[in-house]
């Protein structure tokens, strides 16, 4: 059996080791020419967890992951206005907590995979064939790559979502805001921040910054758009609507690297109505985004791809198995999306009484009695035992 995986994403990557450590001949495309450098720094915890345990991936994880002392929500000249010790988000977590540069995951996951699938930089897949038992990927210099199963594991923008479910503006539902992420150097910045996750305690729009082990600082901003349309000059945006920031921030925005270093897309979730027809599924972003206000998109993407690869080597046929883990994993996925939505105010406030609620609920935090309350509902669910959802009956 031969499966194509589109997307050498988290979710994809392992999907792939997965399914090759099955016995499958797999073979992943790529359309970037190389692994990506560019993201955010994730906390990785929930379903995900169990996942890398089983697939065995989960010390490579902690090896490159990074255990941060507090988060800090700062004013414009970096003062702590609250914020919590992290060991209160683990304590909630029962330790299964890391946090991990985006690339860093991807590499784990692509060394696990390596062995077992051949993996492809510089493939663009432009339309997908369906046919009765199988499918082919059609790649942008005309060439079909025949498959018993297609996966589009290819993002938010899947193209193979577009070839077989429709245009994107059918499954997208936009949250009203454009984000970033990018690393710069600045050895003052990184002394001030220290083994702490900050983030300007701020309205409509914030920026965050982590120290990496390199010396270098990553930075995440945030922000509310007008529309789901991206602006021509990306880095000019993030200068003019971050500028007001304070702190380090216009250090940070005068450090911002071109295109080819700087991620920049929209927040966005997508709801497809199905997550398969025939021998095509859409996996992860493509087909079950709950956007970085969930928290958790790294993690379903990994436990996603685990549970889909079990529940296809328990089924009598691929079509079984893929209807037996869209039922048992988007009541999962739902439930994420829904906490994310609710969320969004949380994150990113609009208004001084919004931000103000925000801090008296960290300020809560600390007091006993309420300290595992609070913190359980800032990290949310952790979300179902995916091992037993690969055993579940569909």
């Known amino acids: 059996m031969r499966a194509v995986v589109c997307g050498a994403g988290i979710a994809g990557l392992s999907l792939a080791g997965c399914l090759g450590r099955q016995g499958w001949d797999v073979v992943v495309l790529e359309r970037a020419p190389r692994p990506r450098e560019q993201g955010y720094m994730m906390d990785y915890f929930g379903p995900g967890w169990d996942a890398a345990e089983a697939m065995g991936v989960l010390p490579g994880i902690l090896e490159l992951g990074y ?24 304590g909630a977590l029962d330790g299964r907590l890391v946090s991990v540069m985006r690339p860093d995951l991807e590499r784990v996951l692509r060394e696990h995979a390596r062995d077992v ?60 805001l454009h984000t970033a992420a990018y690393v710069f150097e600045d ?20 920026m965050g910054f982590y120290g990496l082990r390199d010396g270098r600082v990553a930075a995440f901003a945030v922000h509310r758009a007008t529309g789901p349309a991206l602006p021509a000059d990306p880095r000019e945006t993030l200068r003019d609507v971050h500028g007001p920031l304070g702190w380090i921030a216009p250090r940070a925005l005068a450090a911002c690297p071109g295109a080819d270093r700087l991620y920049y897309d929209q927040v966005a979730q997508i709801e497809a109505p199905r997550w398969s027809r025939g021998r095509v599924v859409l996996l992860g972003d493509s087909g079950q985004a709950v956007s970085l206000l969930g928290g958790q998109g790294a993690s379903l993407g990994v436990a996603g791809a685990w549970l889909l690869a079990e529940r296809l080597a328990r089924a009598a046929s691929v079509e079984e198995g893929l209807r037996a ?7 999962v996925v739902a439930e994420k999306q829904r906490v994310a939505r609710s969320g969004a105010q949380w994150f990113l406030p609009s208004s001084r009484a919004r931000r103000q609620a925000r801090r008296l609920a960290l300020r809560a935090a600390g007091l006993p009695g309420l300290d595992a309350v609070v913190t359980r509902g800032l990290v949310g669910r952790a979300g179902g035992d995916v091992r037993a959802l690969a055993e579940a009956p569909a």
Not at 126 to 136: F, I, K, S, Y
């Open 187 to 206: 050895p003052e910045a990184y002394r001030e921040i220290g083994n702490r996750f900050c983030l300007t305690d701020s309205i409509d729009r914030a």
């Open 325 to 331: 883990w869209e039922q048992v994993w988007r009541p």
């Open 67 to 90: 255990r941060v002392d507090r988060l800090s929500y700062v004013d414009d000249r970096g003062r702590d206005r609250a914020g919590l010790p992290f060991a209160r988000f683990a």
């Open 117 to 176: 699938a051949e993996l492809r930089f510089g493939r663009r897949v432009v339309a997908v064939q369906e046919r009765p038992g199988g499918a082919g990927a059609v790649l942008d210099d005309g060439t079909v790559l025949e498959a018993d199963l297609l996966v589009g594991a290819d993002g938010v923008h899947s193209a193979v979502r577009g070839s077989v479910f429709g245009p994107e503006e059918r499954f997208r539902r936009w949250l009203g």
